[in-house]
């Protein structure tokens, strides 16, 4: 049988266990460049389907001791300069335009995509009034296709947390590329980067070796995977590979990988590992 997700994140705990007895509780369990410690790793729930048949994900119980993953604090500072902050460049190619939260206010902003000169670009319009833009060259078009993400969902929170923009654009038949943006603590729109390097930027692959993004909801807060894939012989098992993110403002944080595991053939494996699986934004390849 399958090991679920949390079930694998439950296990990976439970084996260091005995190491951090004998060490500081402040020792953490992740990468020395990584701030997320092994409290995160015990609420994760299950994002891996149960058979060869059957695409729906097992979600595993929660432990008993509810710990909350880090999240990004909604900026608190003054707006600053940003890029874009004259508003939308006259001869644009207007997109998709998107209302919803990115300060954390309760106030809807507004999101629009557009493309100028080639490039496509994100801009915020927060409705205290401050413009903000970002250049998103992602993907082989001119324009990429942006939809809401509740990254930061908290059951309970007394403020909702801000929504994260996903931006996706296509590049050859069955794959794509996607990075998210959310606001720097200047209320400036960004895409998330590496720390001290370039925009991170995911890929969707239908085409294996398969990758993709799954997302779960579970002990009252939301979950992402970024997951991949791969068959060592046509007809085999497959070897799946999942690793949490987080980001505080702008920069994207990973866990260390949780413990791969293995399925068998079938048209499961490509639905939830080569795909936006369980996310607010729909499957590209239903």
């Known amino acids: 049988m399958m090991m679920g997700f949390s079930t694998r ?22 990468s020395p460049d990584t701030s997320v410690t092994a409290s995160f790793a ?21 432990p ?21 902050a004259d508003g939308i460049p006259a001869g644009a190619a207007i997109g998709t ?26 801009h915020a319009l927060l409705g205290t009034g401050g413009h903000s833009d970002a250049a998103v060259p992602i993907g082989f078009a001119d324009h990429v296709a942006i939809t809401f993400e509740d990254f930061d969902y908290s059951a309970g929170a007394a403020t909702k947390p801000p929504v994260a923009v996903l931006a996706v654009g296509p590049t050859m038949a069955g794959t794509a590329q996607f990075t998210f943006l959310t606001l720097t603590s200047h209320y400036c729109i960004q895409p998330w980067h590496l720390d001290g390097a370039g925009v991170f930027v995911g890929r969707i692959s239908a085409e294996g070796p398969y990758e993709g993004l799954s997302c779960e909801t579970a002990a009252g807060s939301r979950y992402y995977a970024l997951n991949t894939a791969e068959q060592a012989a046509p007809g085999g098992q497959w070897t799946i590979t999942q690793t949490v993110i987080h980001h505080d ?17 079938g048209p499961d494996v490509r639905t939830v590992y080569g795909d936006f699986y369980g996310c607010d934004t729909p499957a590209m390849f239903p």
């Open 97 to 122: 335009i998107l209302h919803g939260d990115l300060d954390g206010d309760l106030v809807d902003d507004t999101v629009t995509e557009y493309s100028l000169d080639g490039v496509p670009h994100v």
């Open 42 to 62: 015990t609420t994760a729930s299950a994002v891996a389907a149960t058979s060869s048949t059957a695409p729906v994900a097992t979600t595993t119980a929660a």
């Open 249 to 265: 403002f702008t920069t994207v944080l990973f866990d260390p990988p949780l413990p791969s595991i293995t399925m068998p053939d």
């Open 64 to 84: 008993t001791t509810i710990l909350t993953p880090p999240t990004s604090t909604p900026p608190t500072t003054a707006p600053g300069a940003c890029d874009g």
């Open 9 to 30: 994140v439950a296990l990976a705990v439970a084996a260091v266990a005995g190491l951090m007895a004998s060490c500081s509780d402040s020792e953490s369990i992740g």
